[in-house]
């Protein structure tokens, strides 16, 4: 019996002794378990932004549009004359003159730039010439009739024309038409302008007389008193207004007189008409008499 209750004895504590470890092992598997289940680093929550987006719609009231100006058709001469060219850039032949600041010539084409300066084409006694453009506006449709000028191209033997005169005493100064021997004068300076210096056709003697910084020469015409001179007994005034229209008045010119090849230099003043004035005294008028002569303006 008593070997009984001790073998119970000794099973009651191995079974109790299993129980306490069974317990422990238990234990240590939740314990693992929850350890791979729960994470040690702290989770940051997510915040989610939502951005709202307005879209604007605009409406634009679109106005018609206005008509295109229209292009410019003609040249309008700004100044009270301009020489014209027949080639861009080209040379300048005495006489070949625009002339009536606020005229409009016609234009001919595109404008041209040569060596740096712009020149416009423009139609002058049924012919295309060139004018810088500095001296004229682009406009629109022709203002005023161009003034009347007899143009003569380089080479030709033509004179320049246009000129009327008065003088005092009962003398006219009568503008003639070119002659035999006003064509072979006005055929040297337009040689020494196409040289490109128009006064070398002067003596030295006569280019010593002139005034000082003048340097061209515009236009000469033929012409003669009407009257009888020899009742003259003083000096006469004679105005005369070329179709080049002088600037500034008041400003000295030299007035060039040829009769059969002598030459006299006489002053010469602009006035406010773009005329010039001089003074022509009683020995000239001896000298001249009722014969042709070749006169001419020299100027700055």
């Not at 020489?83 to 404008?111: C, M, S, V």
């Not at 515009?218 to 105005?239: P, Q, R, Y």
């Amino acid at each position: 019996m008593k070997k009984f209750l001790s073998i119970l004895l000794v099973l009651s504590l191995t079974l109790s002794v299993a129980g306490m470890a069974m317990a422990e092992e238990l234990q240590k598997e939740v314990v693992i378990q929850d350890t791979s289940t729960k994470s040690s680093t702290p989770t940051t929550p997510t915040k989610t932004t939502v951005t709202e987006t307005k879209t604007e719609t605009t409406t634009t009231s679109t106005a018609a549009a206005a008509p295109a100006a229209p292009a410019p058709d003609h040249a309008q001469l700004k100044t009270n004359s301009a020489h014209l060219r027949e080639t861009p850039g080209g040379k300048y032949n005495i006489g070949n003159d625009w002339i009536g600041a606020g005229t409009t010539l016609e234009l001919a084409g595109d404008a041209v730039t040569v060596d740096g300066q712009t020149w416009i084409p423009v139609i002058y006694n049924g012919k295309v010439w060139y004018v810088a453009d500095y001296l004229v506006n682009l406009v629109v449709g022709a203002t005023t009739a161009p003034a009347k000028k007899t143009v003569t191209s380089a080479g030709s033997s033509s004179g320049w024309t246009g000129a009327e005169a008065t003088a005092d005493d009962g003398l006219k100064l009568e503008i003639l038409g070119e002659t035999t021997e006003s064509a072979s004068v006005f055929k040297a300076f337009q040689d020494a302008a196409a040289a490109g210096n128009v006064l070398s056709a002067l003596p030295d003697d006569v280019k010593a007389k002139l005034a000082s910084g003048v340097t061209q020469i515009n236009e000469m015409v033929a012409a003669k008193f009407v009257g009888d001179v020899t009742k003259v007994t003083g000096s006469v005034l004679v105005n005369v207004r070329f179709s080049t229209l002088y600037s500034p008045a008041g400003e000295k010119v030299s007035v060039i007189i040829n009769k059969a090849g002598a030459w006299t230099v006489v002053e010469g003043t602009i006035q406010g008409d773009g005329s010039i004035s001089m003074t022509v005294t009683k020995d000239m008028l001896n000298t001249l008499k009722n014969d042709e002569f070749v006169i001419g303006v020299v100027s700055k």
